[in-house]
């Protein structure tokens, strides 16, 4: 039976959720799926609120719409749980995956009486333990991998990895063991999307990058 995968972002202008749909698109289809990663255009402004999507398929994708009833919802930003219905057509037998450092009991009123499974985890601390610095989108983006079951814990490190040398490459960097460049970049995932532009003032490791994708392996995140 082929399976497909649904999945609604939320978050707001500046903290990756885009980026992170597209990027999870191309990973994906490095593994042999058939994707779609895009977000919902509107007004594109600093801590506004954006919808991105993806489509992850065994087979080929038909369907060029928003995504209406997903399996899967990631809220990059909680404060949208006051003010949008993240909840809005996600199926029982799916999951939401909120950043946040509150408990699941506190985050459960704001979600609109939502019968599925709840998982939440802590992307300030990860990102800010791994990378000293907070980039959201990483951590969030390993720990839907890891809910949906997409894909392996080992596929997707291995294609992060390999994404993240050629970006480096592409801007005459050699990745190694320690530091291998200067960077920064709002969201890290920016790197892949343009490394041109992230170039700046802050060592980060090929290592870093992993471990901050990976979610501290994938062992923060609680149901």
Request: aromatic share 8%; net charge neutral; proline share 5%.
């Amino acid at each position: 039976m082929s399976k497909s995968v649904e999945i609604r972002w939320h978050g707001r202008g500046g903290q990756g959720a885009k980026t992170a749909a597209l990027l999870l698109a191309d990973v994906a289809f490095q593994t042999g799926k058939y994707v779609q990663g895009f977000p919902e255009y509107g007004p594109e402004r600093m801590g506004a609120p954006i919808t991105a999507y993806n489509r992850i398929s065994d087979t080929p994708i038909r369907v060029h719409s928003n995504i209406y009833d997903p399996q899967f919802v990631v809220v990059v930003d909680e404060s949208l749980l006051e003010t949008v219905d993240v909840t809005k057509g996600l199926k029982k037998d799916g999951a939401i995956l909120v950043n946040t450092q509150r408990t699941k009991e506190e985050i459960i009123p704001h979600l609109k009486g939502y019968e599925g499974e709840v998982y939440k985890i802590d992307a300030r601390k990860i990102s800010i333990e791994a990378l000293g610095k907070y980039f959201p989108n990483t951590p969030m983006l390993a720990a839907i991998v890891k809910v949906s079951g997409i894909m392996t814990d080992e596929d997707f490190l291995k294609d992060i990895q390999d994404q993240l040398t050629e970006a480096y490459q592409k801007i005459g960097i050699k990745p190694n063991d320690g530091i291998v460049t200067k960077l920064q970049a709002p969201i890290l995932a920016l790197i892949i999307a343009n490394p041109i532009v992230s170039m700046g003032l802050i060592g980060i490791t090929l290592a870093d990058c992993v471990t901050a994708l990976c979610g501290l392996k994938f062992s923060i995140f609680n149901k």
